[in-house]
């Protein structure tokens, strides 16, 4: 698997614009971090919700696995002939109970996805099960809500979740989650949680006394991983 020093290798010679540099540099340690995830098992076919730099990665560790992609499409962050098949469709849309059909996946990869929606998250969810093939996976991540810097700011008066954006395929996040409620959602539609994990896999700089807290609180930690599993 790719580690973070060759996920930003893979990338030194790409066309970015800054805040697709910043994106990439923030992430990277994530992208290495979920790789191996997905490896698990040797999936043969892949759907990545919310195409991005994860893609390419993707496309570059899984060469001969069939790699789909749903959402809206970013190709200056990944090579277009990576994917198979691309399914324009916006989550938030299964609330209106009009759903695209899509084959089934072994894995599908929702990775800092479910904060930018609005749509209730079960909806969503039920929509993924229907996706899965029989004991295939579901790789979510998400930001943590209870993360220790985000308590942090409360206690200093300040609202840690910035305002929404006027993009609406850029709409920055609308509602994060805890461990505990993605654990719940999991149960509610089906999905068994096969492994959470809570990790601070952004590349952000940590003083010691944050450290400290990360390590005796793992709970407060800034990432969440959640492998969910179809059963069957």
Known sequence: MLSEAAVLEH??????????RR??????????????????????????????FLTELLG?????ATLDTLGFRNPSCYREERVARHFD???NEVQAGVLPELPEHDVVVMAEIVEHLYTAPKLVLAFIHDVLA???RLILQTPNAAAWNK????????????PIRESRQNPGHFREYTASELRRLGDEVGLEVTRLEL??????????????????????????TVVYRRPG
């Open 199 to 224: 990790v601070d896999y952004f590349n952000v700089p940590m003083k010691a006394p944050a450290r400290l807290l990360s390590d005796l609180r793992p709970r407060m930690r800034q990432g969440i």
């Open 89 to 91: 469709f916006d989550l």
């Open 11 to 20: 990338f030194a010679t790409w066309d970015l614009n800054d805040e697709e």
């Open 134 to 136: 029989p004991g295939g």
């Open 151 to 162: 308590r942090l700011a409360l206690l200093r008066g300040v609202n840690p979740f910035e």
């Open 60 to 64: 570059v560790s899984f060469p001969s």
């Open 23 to 52: 994106y990439l540099d923030l992430h990277s340690p994530r992208f290495a971090y979920v790789l191996p995830l997905v490896a698990a098992g040797e999936p043969e076919r892949i759907l990545d919700v919310g195409p991005h």
